[in-house]
């Protein structure tokens, strides 16, 4: 048996996972597998070098780092900590690593959010010189006009200046797909109100590379290495635009 690395409960439970005795019982019931094998008790492993599972889903991308991907729903504050008492995104997900959202959503805004304790990626992802785009579906009232489209495609102007150019398209009468790759404050919906066509409900489907239209509102998931791996390039001024295997 492999006695280097670390032992694998221990592994989860830093990623997560739970203590170390759900962890332990995790793999108990044979819900771990490592390389494709289910784990055996005591089994240790190298974070970087093995691939381990959890119910089908790879678990890990460097030791200690974790990034999630959660669908946040309405009501719930994009912050690690809310003085107001809210509901907070920090308390979709596992309580241990503690991690922080990158970038965020308003409380009205639902859809896909990333929260890590990656520091490096969080940088790059929000710094606006990367610009990793993001993708929101608006459904605004009324229905806007071939100019009012062309607008918001060309920029409008906001007052803390022109939006850059963005990816508008019709889905159908009155619900638009949104592409930016800025992202300041509640942009989206001030965009939509310059043109005269407030916002009724705003999603966010994309972040770069990353989508995922089967998860629940709430829900979570841990990012696969491919996932990670591809946002970093996105962010790092690489292609974009697949989605990546999920490794699942
Ligand atoms: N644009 C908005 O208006 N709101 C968000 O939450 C994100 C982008």
């Known amino acids: ?94 309580d241990q690593p503690r ?24 940088h790059q992802l929000t710094h606006p010189s990367f610009g990793v785009e993001k993708e929101y579906l608006a459904h605004v009232d009324g229905v806007p006009s071939r100019a009012a489209l062309r607008n918001l495609r060309e920029g409008v102007e906001l007052d803390d200046g022109r939006t850059a150019p963005a990816r508008v398209t019709a889905v159908e009468p009155g619900l638009l797909r949104i592409t930016i790759h800025e992202g300041r404050n509640r942009q989206v919906r001030r965009m939509c109100d310059a043109v ?11 972040i770069g590379p990353i989508v995922d239209p089967r998860l629940p509102p709430g829900g979570w998931r841990e990012l696969s290495r491919d996932e990670v791996r591809s946002l970093e390039v996105a962010s790092s001024g690489g292609r974009e635009g697949e989605a990546p295997d999920r490794e699942r």
């Open 1 to 94: 048996m492999n006695t280097e690395g670390e032992r694998l409960q221990k592994v989860l439970a830093r990623l997560g996972f739970g203590s170390r005795r759900v962890c332990e019982d995790l793999i108990a019931d044979e819900r771990v597998t490592v390389n494709g094998d289910i784990a055996a008790l005591g089994r240790r492993v190298d974070v970087d070098q093995d691939r381990v599972e959890v119910d089908g889903a790879v678990v890990g991308v460097r030791p200690g780092l974790v990034h999630y991907l959660l669908n946040k729903p309405t009501g719930v504050i994009t912050t690690a900590d809310d003085p107001q008492g809210r509901p907070t995104v920090v308390e979709l997900v596992p």
């Open 99 to 122: 991690i922080f959202p990158v970038g965020r959503l308003d409380g009205d805004t639902e859809g896909l959010l990333i929260l890590t304790n990656d520091g490096d990626l969080a």
């Open 196 to 206: 005269g066509h407030p916002v009724r409900r705003l999603i966010r489907t994309r």
